[in-house]
């Protein structure tokens, strides 16, 4: 809720007809413009826009700083491409427009969209910015668009010279599947210096982000708190059920591997050190057999809280040794809507030959050429399929047993 | 014009007539070009503490010793004058020039502007001298910008103390701030005294 004037210096030279960014460049600015003029005012009714253009025949002013929405997104409309951007004299403009402001309460930022190379130097573009901090206006960058060799050297150094306590900030914005303005959504340009979202900025990534919204499940605790929590706590279930499904997967495949055999000699060499240390947690894992067992049969019975932590933990420490561990334990700990999966992946890993071969190979006392560690082997290879099957009858089974 | 005390402070009871920085609206007063955001509003304080260095003090940023501080007063006074505690090595600030009733300054107005009054200042570590006004400038001030383009030759300018001589008014400068606009008048919102002391009232 900063009382604010803000004037935005849009770019529109040569450079912004290149449909990098869906569907030109010059759109993806206008419509994070219209968002972020929006943002503003929500979120202060007595807050100012202003809009410049640097490029064109010079740098002009379109509207001075006003609350009124309206007149602003009228005068995005029939802007003209063409020209080369003047960085400098739009920062010194804008700076000017802010000067003579209404009411001197407000405070003054400037938001500038660099999306053509920078023809300033180092020097010059940190002069401005000390005026800036001198002065006490904030700059907001972002950099989307062209990247040569020094602009993203030239505008850090113009945030360096600006800013004042962090109330300055940069995003570069690569081209890509985003469009510009979801990337800004959740920026500190949107959300304002550690304020939290304001409700526009919140709303606004929860619709237009669509399918993959900004709140976790895809619902908004304020809109509907109880589906949320319904949400969370079957995540949570069905998470702890997932990760007593893998621990007991990698219970059997450490049994079966201490009787395995090595398939591949080039693999071992590779993944050998590695493979080591992970395989005393793997033994570890084993020892620990009963007393984890017992965990993960209790926590698939009883409600998930604390022993679903304890189990991360265990998790994690193991997977900060071995990336490949990591990447196991990774997909146990996957999303609900991949579970089924993960599962899959988990055992498909264990009966991928490489990796199986590796952590064999560095079990003491085992000869992989051994014929009955062969037999095991195959075996294991076979099962593969109806594993993942196994497992889940397997755990209900042994929670009839209890 | 500057007088020293060359007395002891009391008999003469100089604390109470350095007085008017409890007339300083302390939450609205900014300074341009400041190191640490917030740090100009520990340069008011009691004449007494005007030496005690051991708190916050207000220092430019590095390489730049021009210092902007706008104070908004809670109610018109009349100035007589002021008195600066600078910094040691140089960076005392070495001219003063102040600008009435006016906000929203920034460097380039103050730079450009004729000022009320300026003064060249003297390093004033002892908090002895005073400056004095021009007096029939200063009778109903409600806010004061204080400019201090240069130190005495030091990259930055530290000011340790900002103190004003002269008497305060009850008057106030700005519009009213508070009305109610009432579409039907709602009578809980306007008892009399005689009313809530006691005995009835009927509203039909």
Redesign the interface.
Known sequence: MVLEATMICIDNSEWMRNGDYAPSRFQAQADAVNLICGAKTQSNPENTVGVLTMAGKGVRVLVTPTSDLGKILACMHGLEIGGEMNLAAGIQVAQLALKHRQNKKQQQRIIVFAGSPVMHDKKALEMIGKKLKKNSVALDIVNFGEDDGGKTEKLEALLAAVNNNDTSHIVHVPAGPNALSDVLISTPIFTGDGEGGSGFAASAAAAAAGGVSGFEFGVDPNLDPELALALRVSMEEERARQEAAAKQAAEEASKEEKGGEEQDATMTERASEGASEADNKKIEIADDDDTSLQQALAMSMDEPTSSQDLQDTEMSDAAAEDPELALALQLSVQDSTKDSSSQADVSKLLADQSFVSSILASLPGVDPNDPSVKEVLASMQNQSEPQQKQDEDKAPKKEEEK | MACTHDHSCEDHDCSSSWSLYKHIDLSKVTA??EAN?GSVKSVFKAWEERLNSTGEHLES?EG?P?LLVYIPFTSDVKIKSISIVGGADGTSPSKLRVFINR??I???DAQSMQPVQEWDLVENLHGMLEYQTRYSKFQSVANITLHFPESFGSDTTQIHYIGFKGEATQLKRDVVATIVYEITPNPSDHKTRAETGGGLSHVE
């Open positions: 341009l070009n955001p940023n730049d021009e906000d929203g920034d460097f380039s």
